[in-house]
DNA sequence: CTGGGGACGGGGCCC
DNA sequence: AGGGCCCCGTCCCCA
């Protein structure tokens, strides 16, 4: 678990444990530090004692329901701390003989206490797991501080550095083929071994590097490289025990994916710069510098262990670190979508406005982004752009979109000539006036001028685009032979023979017999 | 270098 | 809630 604590009045007082112990940034002398000025413990002491008010249930005049569950606080502390309080206790400070009742359902009581607890103690305790509903609840409830530590939180755990991800890299390659190497969980064995306190104080880093953000990044990139690590391991045991499964997951497994696969965000990263595909394993030495740099930063691992039960693990996802991996790897990317979405919190409500006089409306807000939607349903389609799942590949030329439309729009444009114009001329045609031309997995209509012109074979037999349009289904697997194509080359896409293209989606279940059927021009 | 057009991604919203 | 349509913005290619 993090914990963030809050470096109270600006660095003055309350210096986490790891600040104490000279672990912490140099900070400057705040220019109100005047000596004879102020006593710096006042403000932890006030707060501390308001605390002990608190669990004593001593001046608590706001009783706050969440879920059932009773919260005691003061008004005034809520008050200080969260928009929404301010809001909702501004428009019943006029009754103040009796206590304030506060009812929420939007988030777990095992959420509100965290944030209750930082109001009262200035720590937060930030975990894989709880990062999501913390931010969702800190964004309802207007508090803008832990908005901003949740951000970091989730932003620092997608800055993999260079050997992080080289490190990914070669396990992904290795479990496409391999055992995984048996050094690494020993090592973290032993490192669990040396545990000592299993919580720890992380001031936030700021905008410029130095020697604490060794540790942040390191820490997270650790985070990051667990989750890989965990998915690589999950993979493999998924892998051999595939027919108790009682999930449906593609079986592409290893085989890598065109470079338009990646999404739009992986895709164009690639394209400005793409790193190598091909990676060798991580060497003993890249191991014995990391316990190096463990030893040095005296990283807290045990928590996020490598055991495969280890939940806090399973739940920590990062979008760099997902359209990585998609444009290596769909079937991770896949599992990852879908862990996403059933690890996700299942509020992710926001208030959109908050102008007097009118009821503020829910809506839905991306735990990735600022962006927020009035369905559900747009949320989990606007995700995708985050996490990168394509779960419409087109069977004819192997590219996978996010939505069913934008694969049924690319299919007819571009493998059945679904638009009535020549393509040179730019007129007007139809099946009477122009023809199909085939070229590669390109259909596309000339006109019988242009046709003559060009000296185009055209496919007038047996083509009819209504016959073959894409099929709305949910599946995600591709034929291993359209991606061992890719695997070729892209210019090798181009096929000698017409193409009679079936789009289907959900093919887990259709015999190979038919597949070979369907897909007569991928050999 | 620039403008036009195609392909695609994504948001809003209706059914 | 899912599917689908419309619209707009962006990127890329090509003349």
Not at 257 to 285: I, M, N
Not at 315 to 341: D, F, G, I
Request: with cysteine.
């Amino acid at each position: 678990m993090w914990v963030w604590e809050a470096a109270s009045g600006g660095g003055r007082g309350a210096l986490g444990p790891r600040q104490a112990l000279g672990c912490g940034r140099n900070r400057k002398p705040s220019p109100y530090s005047l000596p004879g000025m102020e006593i710096s413990s006042h403000q932890s002491h006030l707060l501390e004692q308001l605390n002990e008010q608190r669990k004593q249930d001593l001046f608590c005049d706001c009783n706050i329901l969440v879920e059932g569950k009773v919260f005691k606080a003061h008004r005034n502390v809520l008050f200080a701390s969260s928009g929404y309080f301010k809001m909702l206790l501004s428009q019943s400070s006029k009754e103040t003989s009796q206590p304030t009742i506060a009812t929420f359902e939007v988030f777990s009581p095992e959420t509100f206490m965290v944030i209750l607890d930082f109001v009262y103690s200035g720590i937060l305790s930030l975990t894989g797991q709880n990062v999501i509903e913390v931010m969702s609840a800190a964004s309802y409830l207007q508090m803008t501080d832990i908005l901003n530590v949740c951000k970091t939180f989730i932003k620092s755990s997608l800055d993999i550095n260079e050997k992080e991800k080289d490190h990914y890299l070669s396990l992904s390659a290795k479990s496409a083929s391999t055992e995984p190497t048996p050094a690494r969980p020993a090592l973290y064995r032993s490192r669990r071994k040396a545990k000592s306190n299993p919580r720890r104080s992380y001031s936030i880093p700021d905008e410029k590097p130095n020697g604490n953000e060794n540790s942040w990044s390191g820490y997270s990139s650790y985070l990051s490289s667990q989750v890989i690590l965990q998915r690589a391991e999950t993979q493999l045991s998924k892998r051999g025990r595939k027919q108790g499964s009682t999930r449906k997951r593609r079986k592409h497994l290893g085989l890598s994916q065109s470079r338009e696969l990646g999404g739009c965000k992986s895709d164009r990263a690639e394209r400005a710069g793409a790193s190598d595909p091909t990676h060798s394993p991580r060497g003993g030495e890249e191991a014995e510098s990391e316990a190096e740099f463990d030893a040095e930063n005296d990283v807290e691992r045990d928590e996020f262990g490598y055991h495969p039960g280890a939940e806090a693990v399973r739940k920590r996802w990062s979008v760099t670190q997902l359209e990585q991996e998609l444009s290596r790897n769909p079937e991770l990317m896949e599992l990852k979508a879908e862990e996403l979405y059933t690890s996700m919190p299942t509020i992710l409500g926001v208030m959109s406005s908050w102008n007097e006089g009118e009821l503020p409306r829910m809506r839905f807000k991306c735990p990735f982004c600022t962006h927020t939607v009035k369905r559900r349903a747009d949320l989990k389609r606007h995700l995708r752009c985050h996490t990168g799942e394509r779960p419409y590949p087109c069977e004819a030329c192997g590219k996978r979109f996010t939505r069913l439309e934008h694969l049924r729009n690319h299919f007819q444009t571009i493998h059945q000539a679904g638009k009535l114009i020549c393509r040179k001329c730019k007129r007007h045609v139809t099946e009477l006036t122009g023809c199909v031309v085939q070229q590669g997995t390109r259909r596309y209509r000339l006109c019988h001028k242009c046709l003559a012109e060009a000296n185009f074979d055209s496919i007038p037999e047996d083509f009819n685009p209504s016959e073959h349009s894409p099929v709305s289904s949910t599946g995600n697997k591709r034929p291993k032979r359209a991606l061992e194509e890719e695997q070729k080359s892209d210019e090798e896409t181009v096929e000698e023979e017409p193409y009679n293209l079936v789009v289907r989606h959900n093919n887990d279940d259709i015999p190979e017999e038919v597949k070979e059927k369907v897909k007569p021009n991928l050999r």
